[in-house]
């Protein structure tokens, strides 16, 4: 099973950034789609952005312009860099496979927008 670790996340102004990235130590994500998630106090975890493994990313309609998501899979490695961050966009923030979840959840990492 694919262990998958985030980082970067912290508290950040509104209007301010942040990046987050995700890897899974010991393996890759073979061909999947990948995609970032996020899980607001009290709410369902939501998609927000995606990659597929040649790099066509899409990103949901309230981010789009604001993120931006991107994959190195020579190291494996999957980003997210954030922008004009909004309070609402408090969360944790999750990788995982997209369409199906097919990797074990990571941790997540806090990102927490402060006004």
């Known amino acids: 099973q694919v262990q998958l670790v985030e980082s970067g996340g912290g508290l950040v102004q509104a209007g301010g950034s942040l990046r987050l990235s995700c890897t899974a130590p010991?393996?890759?994500?073979?061909?999947?789609?990948m995609g970032w998630y996020r899980q607001a106090p009290g709410k369902q975890r939501v998609l927000v952005a995606s990659t597929t493994y040649i790099g066509n990313a899409n990103c949901a309609a309230s981010v789009r312009g604001r993120f931006t998501v991107s994959r190195d899979n020579a190291k494996n490695m999957l980003s997210l860099e954030m922008k004009s961050l909004i309070p609402d966009e408090t969360a944790v923030y999750y990788c995982?496979?997209?369409?199906?979840?097919?990797?074990?959840w990571g941790q997540g990492t806090q990102d927490t927008v402060s006004r």
């Open positions: 010991g393996r890759n994500f073979d061909f999947y789609t």
């Open positions: 995982n496979t997209n369409p199906g979840t097919y990797y074990n």
